[in-house]
């Protein structure tokens, strides 16, 4: 279904058990729900699952013009509202672990725990011109020129190697992916910079992180570890970036002994 949100129409899908809390999932850059595909099957039984398609993604509106962390928070607290769920649980891999510190930050009430999954705190000095060319090379030359280096970093050589379904589909998924929704959230992510004040954060929390994922690599998450007070960290081995998929057992396991031990 699409809901708009501050005049945006943000694409979503609500399944599970309808009588249990909410899990809201938030995906990668480039990516979409389904990526999100690996994780319904664990979560459906025990909890009611909310995905969406991030601003500039999947079946969302992509506006053109630079987006913020904030304003992507505040589309999830949309969500919500039209939807009438007060608190969750949300789930964030890589950006959409970006928008969780912002709404662990911000919106504490509406959180009953947070998972933050292969993701930063704050961007380096030398990452900037690597997302600068990625945005021009985007514009130039649209999603084609950044696909093949996006599924290198984002699985291991082994599991594209093996070559599972899943990995065709989030390769179309990335190159639908509209330009504008791409460079608007590359310039939210340009501007990320919690990493002074996640000790701010008191929900429980958890880190996951692929022990091979070279963009948010496990340093990363051991400094957003080292400043959440209530946080606990899992390294995932023989996973790259999107680790909810090439070790989903794993990062199965930990999320709902993770989810489970939290009180509603």
Not at 3 to 13: D, L, R
Not at 38 to 44: C, G, R, Y
Request: with cysteine.
């Amino acid at each position: 279904m699409k809901i708009e949100v501050s005049g945006v129409q943000i694409n979503c899908e609500l399944s599970g058990n309808e009588d249990a809390s909410v899990v809201v999932l938030s995906h990668s850059l480039g990516a979409g729900m389904n990526m999100w595909n690996p994780q319904l099957e664990a979560l459906e039984p025990e909890y009611r699952v909310l995905r969406y398609d991030m601003r500039g993604h999947g079946e969302s509106d992509a506006p053109e013009g630079a987006y913020s962390l904030e304003q992507l928070a505040a589309d999830v607290i949309g969500l919500l509202d039209a939807l009438e769920i007060n608190r969750v649980h949300f789930v964030g891999l890589s950006i959409g672990g970006m928008v969780g510190q912002c709404l662990g930050l911000n919106y504490a009430a509406r959180l009953k725990s947070l998972v933050l999954c292969d993701t930063a705190s704050v961007i380096s000095g030398e990452a900037r011109p690597m997302f600068e060319e990625r945005k021009q090379a985007a514009r130039e030359k649209g999603m084609t020129a950044l696909v093949d280096g996006t599924m290198e970093r984002w699985f291991t050589r082994p599991y594209l190697n093996a070559n599972p379904p899943v990995v065709d589909l989030i390769r179309k998924q990335f190159l639908a992916t509209p330009v504008a929704g791409f460079m608007g959230c590359s310039d939210a992510i340009l501007d990320l910079d919690y990493i002074d004040r996640l000790s701010e954060i008191k929900l429980p929390a958890l880190i996951l992180v692929g022990e091979d994922d070279p963009g948010t690599p496990v340093v990363a998450s051991e400094a957003i570890h080292a400043r959440i007070p209530n946080a606990g960290l899992k390294v995932l081995p023989s996973a790259s970036h999107l680790s909810n998929i090439e070790q989903a057992e794993a990062f199965n396991f930990h999320l709902l002994n993770f989810l489970r031990n939290q009180s509603d």
